[in-house]
């Protein structure tokens, strides 16, 4: 299958300074990522839908000037977490679907932010 | 709106057990199912996915069927290897871009 490459797998911020996690698609294009977030023993919540060449579509209760989201390619979409918090930590993981019809979507392997 | 209700974990069994986690759904229209697997310090990967009611999905020995009088997708095994050990997760889209609603995720634990 289709290959989403996401990086750095894990990372260690101090409070207050900014991390960016980099979501690639390697053998394909995706117009459309998504960003979702998994708290501990948790289910994966929707963050945000990346679209390229626009604005992301963020969904309720996610800052936008917090996660700041950029679409600038064809294969690449990132996730700025910005004056990072401790309660920031978690795992965040993208994943991107390989094409406007296929209906399955394919995931990065995640990242694991560390805010101390 | 669309949702997702998977049975509680942590499911514990002995290796060639046989393995059920229900999966329930809501949803308007005829959304896909997925199965995904999570395993320990790793992203998802797909497991099986099945996009029209009866369709029956499977993988690596496990097997889901679509069943929308039930709404109901519920993952099986008919026997478990410790290397199943792992968190899965119930998943449905709406089609389109994929967005994907995930349930809660359930850990299965397999020993030897």
């Known amino acids: 299958g289709a290959v989403v490459s996401q990086h750095p797998s894990r990372v260690i911020c101090k409070s207050g300074t900014s991390v960016k996690i980099e979501c690639r698609s390697l053998?394909?294009?995706?117009?459309?990522m998504f960003w979702y977030r998994q708290f501990p023993k948790q289910s994966l919540m929707l963050m945000a839908t990346s679209n390229e060449g626009s604005k992301a579509t963020y969904e309720q209760g996610v800052e936008k000037d917090k996660f700041l989201i950029n679409h600038a390619s064809l294969t690449l979409s990132t996730l700025t977490v910005t004056s990072a918090h401790p309660e920031d930590s978690s795992f965040y993981i993208c994943?991107?679907?390989?094409?406007?019809?296929?209906?399955?979507?394919?995931f990065g392997q995640g990242t694991r932010l560390t805010v101390v | 709106g669309d949702s997702v209700t998977q049975m509680e974990g942590p499911v514990t069994l002995s290796e060639e057990a046989f393995l059920t986690i229900n999966c329930t759904y809501t949803a308007t229209g005829y959304p896909s199912l997925f199965w995904y697997v999570q395993y320990p310090g790793e992203g998802l990967q797909l497991l099986l996915k099945a996009t029209k009611a009866d369709d029956k999905g499977s993988n690596k020995g496990f097997e889901a069927t679509y069943r929308k009088e039930t709404t109901s997708f519920h993952l099986e095994k008919g026997s478990v290897q410790v290397s199943d050990s792992a968190v899965y997760f119930c998943a449905l889209s709406g089609g389109g871009y994929n967005k994907l609603i995930f349930g809660a995720g359930t850990r299965l634990a397999v020993h030897p």
């Open positions: 994943s991107a679907p390989e094409g406007q019809k296929n209906t399955e979507a394919f």
């Open positions: 053998d394909f294009q995706a117009t459309t």
